[in-house]
């Protein structure tokens, strides 16, 4: 019988089976030989041990799609990072290190902003700037007013989507506002993980509808870039691309050359300030990083 992982907690892996509900299963001891670690997300293969209290054994972790380091989930097919747009203030350079995981993961992402309505529209416009000369999709709605939160379904929708952001910006509220449980099955995994009492210390799969899954996280307050070389980083900055082969120089860091391209597109203002003095900020962290 095959399923997915939709939890994993305290050794235990909650998994879905589509027509037959939530099956509760340990990992047999092939997986902790072969160190191989069952994520959220995976498609497995388990064995039965009693169908009527739902027990089993995972005995076979199916190919994944790609396998996400933090949060840890398998495959995706986008992620979702959400900031508050005021109350609490946005973190940017958190932000930029979350959309830098995800390049580095080859993961599209969404640049959502809750919490709008305690904004000018000039404020809001301001956010859009910062992301959108990236190439990145920024949403920027309210739940409290259910302003967007249509045009987040639909990019939801037929999707798996992992949903990350620090504690504080409205992410359960956005979780609750797109959860509709439409279907027998999803009122059945409500139940079986008790739904209603947990908070978010795991991450965990929520069915919307016909494949679409929407994978919530914990909360976080501080993300370390990967370790890598500080050369490496320019790779992670879409908006770095348009001008590889451009700079006057090969392997120009982009942050003192002369006749560096990004930066005569920075003061031309095509590329985000902002976003360069945050390239610049981790620049210098892996720099002096690897000096110790």
């Known amino acids: 019988m095959t399923g997915i992982i939709i939890k994993g907690i305290a050794g235990f892996y909650y998994v879905y089976v589509v027509e037959s509900g939530i099956y509760e299963c340990k990992a047999k001891g092939i997986f902790r030989k072969d160190k191989q670690k ?17 027990e089993g054994n995972l005995v076979q972790i199916l190919p994944r799609k790609n396998a996400l380091i933090r949060p840890a989930v398998a495959n995706v097919d986008q992620a979702m990072v959400i900031f508050a747009a005021d109350y609490p203030k946005p973190n940017f350079s958190l932000l930029d290190r979350f959309l830098i995981m995800m390049e580095r993961q080859q993961v599209s992402t969404v640049v959502c902003f ?34 967007g939160v249509e045009e987040v379904k639909g990019l939801l929708r037929g999707r798996t989507t992992v949903v990350a952001g620090p504690s504080g910006v409205g992410k359960s509220s956005l979780t609750n506002a797109v959860q509709q449980e439409v279907c027998m099955e999803t009122g059945d995994i409500s139940r079986k993980l008790n739904r209603g009492k947990h908070t978010t210390r795991h991450s965990q799969m929520i069915p919307l509808g016909a494949d679409t899954w929407f994978v919530d996280t914990p909360g976080f307050s ?25 700079c006057r120089f090969q392997g120009c860091t982009h942050t003192h050359e002369p006749g560096c391209a990004v930066k005569d597109a920075l003061d031309a203002a095509v590329i985000d300030r902002q976003r360069y003095d945050g390239y610049l900020e981790l620049y210098g962290e892996l720099k002096d990083r690897r000096k110790y």
């Open 114 to 147: 809750n919490k709008t309505d305690l904004l000018g529209q000039k404020e809001i416009e301001e956010l859009h700037r910062h992301y959108e000369p990236a190439g990145y999709r920024v949403l920027t709605i309210s739940v409290k007013e259910n302003r």
């Open 222 to 246: 501080s993300l370390y870039v990967p370790d890598m070389e500080k050369e490496e980083l320019r790779e992670y900055y879409p908006e770095f691309r348009a001008y590889e082969g451009c």
């Open 38 to 54: 069952p994520l959220v997300g995976d498609r497995v293969r388990i064995e039965i041990l009693d169908e009527k209290d739902r």
